[in-house]
Each structure stands twice: as C-alpha cells, then as structure tokens.
C-alpha cells in the first residue's frame, strides 16, 4: 500500500532560470525577493489538516468575505535555513513551531502539529535549496495561518490556511552591522496586559507601522515601545527584543509577558550567561536608560531577532534629546555574543545544545 504524502509535489516548470536567480540573490536586502515554491496546507472543522501540497508560488484566491481580511485572524513566523559546511539546516525550528501554536491559541484558530509544521517547512527549504545563499545571506523562511472562511459573523472561522513562502536575504539594516539609532515612541504603545503582545499576529505589527513611521521621520532605524500602563519600562523593539549590557557583567533585559518571546532572545540568555555573565530579567525603565547611559554604568545595549541577528544600539532619540550608548558603535560583548550565535548557526562553533537541525 503507498501512502500519500502529508506535503504532495505539485510538479511545475521553475519559472526561474539559474543567471535570473543568481542576479535577484546578488543583493537581495531583505524580503524582497522570494523562491519559486511554497507549501500550502488547509483545515477545517470537518477535515483538520489536509491537502498539504508543494506548489509554484502563486497568488491566492481568496473570496472578498475571507475572515482574515475582515477581523485579521492572521498569525506568522519568522526563521532562517543557513547554507553550513554540513549542508542546509535550521536553528531552533520547533521553537518556531511551538510559539506559532501558541500565537494560534491567543487567536482562536487551530494547532497546527509540531513535526507537520518542520516538515512543511524542510519540503519548502528542500526543493529552494539553491534559493539559500552563500556566505553572510540566509534564506528567510516566513510560515504563516490566516482564516480563509467566507463569513461575517464576528466568531473564530471554521478554515484556515496553513502556508510557508521562502525568501532570500541579506543584512536586515542597509548599515549590515553598523549600531542602529531607535526612537522610544511617547505616542504609541504596541501591547497592554491581557492583548496580544505575546502572540506573533499581524495586527500588531499593523499597529506598530504609525509608531515606527515617526521613527524613520526622526532618522532612526527602529521603535522602542514603553508598556502601556506606565509608560516607563522599555518593552522591545518594532520587531527584535532588546538587552542591556552593564559595566559589571550583568545583562539586562525585559521579562515576558506583553513582548514577544524571541528565540534569538532565549538563545543570547543561554549563551551570555555560559560565557559568565549574568543575565536578569527585569523591568528597566526609560529613566534607568538614560540615567545609566550618562554614568557609564550601561556599556552597551543591542536589538535581536532572526531577522535582525544582533544589532547594535548606538543612539537613542526621543521627543526631549538624545543620547549615545558607549563609544555610538558595536560594543564588545554585542560582537562577542554575535560572533557566537552565528557560529553556532552557521556550524562553524559547536553546537552544545543541539540547537541546529540539518536537513
Ligand atoms: N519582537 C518582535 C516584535 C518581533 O517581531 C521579533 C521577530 O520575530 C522578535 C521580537 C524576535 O523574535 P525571534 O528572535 O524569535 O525572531
Ligand atoms: C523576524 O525577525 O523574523 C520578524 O518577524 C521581524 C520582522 C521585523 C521581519
């Protein structure tokens, strides 16, 4: 008996040749660029998970009642495939698979199987395999759910669809490296106890984009969100979380609750403190920031996500001034901390905790 596949090849010719895919991987910033597939997989009440296919990237046809565009049941991850010396691999992905649950939960839409989700996930990276570029660049992998139901009623739809799309990348920043400026937003906040700050959904980055735009307004790379009941400890960032680095090895950085739970943030937590520091977290208010920066008793602070790696924070802007973080450029436990967790991704330090996945 030959069992059918959960992910079913849907054979098409790659409508793109090897010099067009080598021209659009050159310099391909950041999402912008995408491969040739993607997997689908739907749910419904009656059926759960079903249809899974690997297909030609194509534009959905969605009926204009869909519920996500309606009421934004939408929810998303973010992860990379590397090109190691070992072959292709994954880091962390079922931590990704994990949180996408759970962000399913807060939404009310289902679960989707931890090993259906790396499995979708590898097929994608598998058959894009010479999507995934060389050297710095990673192939960013974007799995996401949206209620797909035709209905207007204000309740959890009954059908979802499951899709993950792959995209080559670069630097997330255009400066790659280079210590990024952020403006603590005074206007908005992005997530108040009892919302959704913790679930990667779309409405909140939806939400984010005004606070953010005043942030590039004001010369900056990315928005600091206060919380929203005091507006006074820093949360995180438009989309990384951020950590302080302090004078007398201690590492400071936001608790979970209203922010979301990066795995780029666990893993630095993991890392910082094997390599002796000590790592709290801990409410930090604006006024700590500021008033630790001037005494020199904060030598750095950085930005992590996947998509941003570690990125150093240099300048902070606000509606009152200004101030530098250390000498305003990439500190030396930010490189250090960096310097680690892309060996260990990339397969070029050791990987004690079984973090990377080859595929
Ligand atoms: N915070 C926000 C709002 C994000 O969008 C992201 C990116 O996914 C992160 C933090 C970092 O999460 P991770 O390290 O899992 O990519
Ligand atoms: C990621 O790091 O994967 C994100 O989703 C954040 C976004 C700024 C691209």
Redesign the pocket.
Known sequence: MTVKPRIALIPHASPTSPAARAALMENPG??KVFSDHMVTITWSVERGWHDGAVKARAPFAIDPAAAVLHYAQEI????KAYRTKDGLALFRPEENARRLNLSAERMAMPPIPEDLFIEAVETLVRIDADWVPEGDGSL?L?PFMFASEAFLGVRPASEYIFCVIASPVGA?FKGGYKAVTVWVSDDYTRAAPGGTGAA?CGGN?AASLIAQAEATRNGCDQVVFLDAAERRWIEEL???NVFFVMDDKRIVTPPLGTILPGI?RASIMKLAAEAGYTVEERLYGFDEWQADAKSGKLREAFAC????VIAGIGTVKFRDGSFAIGNSGDGEVTSQLRAKLVGVQRGTVKDDHGWVRKI
């Open positions: 950041f999402g998303f991850e973010g992860m960013y974007r997330y990667k980055y438009g989309g990384m780029t996500g996947t998509a941003a």
